[in-house]
């Protein structure tokens, strides 16, 4: 139906798909309100640049917090915003299949339904995170194969072993490569009195992490402020520095990933090693990131082209399922 529509609400990254286009939206899940009147200032990209930067009359907030809204009316702001601009004025509304993860409860889902639902779509479905990246790889499951499906995004991680018959287990927690970031600006305090921005933090991990042998020679030159004078410096550290303590939250997650396994039968464990982990969300860009899970499980991972939009791209695709009776993947609303 051209007026599908694939949501992925995400705690950095809010992704839309439409059926009629390619192309997926990619936006920082922020926006940029006035206080007085309501009126959108900014979305997204637009509004990750002023977080911090605006006068009182403008409120710049992040919609999602460790995977979970935290902010519905300025979610639906940014959602129908994103769909005006792709509608309009929309005499027909779309039906739209939203990520979730499997901690978010029937009362998250009544408001998401009641917020967007009314509104803005005519049929609202979830669909597990997890298993939509897996829908959104266009993965032919008829052989038989099993899969163990992790994404790790900025707040969450969203684990499934998924086969032909749908999800046989899943977990979602609430940690994600967020907190390596926060772990970057601690450090900075703590060690060199010097104080960075959120948007610096990410742009740092992005750039210099590695969770294998960080080099003590290459060096990144850091913007911030020095705490004592509140001046303006640039420091400049090493590699092994920064990626100081970063393994704490990626620990958790990979215990997670190993707890998932041995819950599973041997069979379908030995099925799962042949077609490996497939890592998906902005984490399995990470250098070494990949590496370490296939350390610490003993089973294969491949990693996505485009980790960070599948979701979107399976939500909308569970529409074949629903026609073909999968319903069981997808919770009408
Ligand atoms: N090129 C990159 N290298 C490393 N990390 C990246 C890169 N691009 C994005 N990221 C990181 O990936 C995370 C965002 O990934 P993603 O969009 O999958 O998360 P999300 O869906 O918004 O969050 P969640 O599903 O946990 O609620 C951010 O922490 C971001 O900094
Ligand atoms: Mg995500």
Do not use: W
């Not at 090693?273 to 990470?286: R, V």
Request: aromatic residues 8%.
């Amino acid at each position: 139906m051209k007026f599908d529509v694939g949501i992925d609400i995400g705690t950095t990254n809010t992704k839309i798909c439409f059926r009629d286009s390619d192309h997926v939206i990619v936006m920082p899940s922020v926006i940029a309100v006035r206080k007085d009147s309501g009126k959108i200032v900014g979305i997204g990209e637009q509004a990750y640049k002023m977080l911090g930067k605006t006068p009182d009359s403008i409120i710049v907030k992040k919609t999602v917090e460790k995977g979970v809204v935290s902010d519905y009316l300025l979610n639906k702001l940014l959602i129908g915003e994103v769909l005006f601009r792709k509608f309009g004025n929309m005499f027909r509304k779309p039906r739209i299949c939203l990520c979730y993860h499997s901690f978010m409860t029937d009362l998250e889902k009544l408001t998401f339904k009641n917020s967007i639902l009314k509104e803005q779509s005519n049929k609202l479905f979830f669909i597990d995170e997890s298993f939509a990246s897996i829908l959104g790889l266009d993965i032919d499951f008829s052989d038989g194969k099993c899969f163990l499906s992790v994404n790790v995004g900025g707040g969450t991680t969203d684990i499934s072993v998924v086969s032909k018959e749908g999800i046989l287990l899943n977990k979602s927690i609430q940690i994600g490569v967020e907190l390596i970031d926060e772990i970057i600006a601690k450090n900075l305090i703590k060690e060199h009195n010097f104080l960075i921005g959120k948007i610096t933090a990410e742009k740092l991990k992005n750039k210099a992490v590695t969770f294998f042998n960080p080099s003590e020679d290459l060096k990144f030159s850091i913007r911030g402020k020095d705490i004592k004078t509140r001046l303006p410096k640039v420091l400049e550290l090493s590699q092994k520095d920064i990626c100081k303590d970063i393994k704490i939250p990626v620990i958790k997650i990979v215990e997670t990933i190993c707890e998932i396994i041995t819950n599973v039968s041997p069979d379908v464990v030995s099925n799962m090693k042949d077609a490996g982990i497939i890592l998906t969300g902005g984490a399995s860009l990470l250098l070494g990131f990949k590496e370490l899970i296939e350390k610490k499980t003993n089973i294969i991972v491949q990693t996505v082209e485009d980790p960070i939009s599948c979701a979107a791209y399976g939500a909308l695709n569970s529409y074949k399922f629903l026609k073909q009776d999968f319903s069981q993947y997808v919770l009408p609303a």
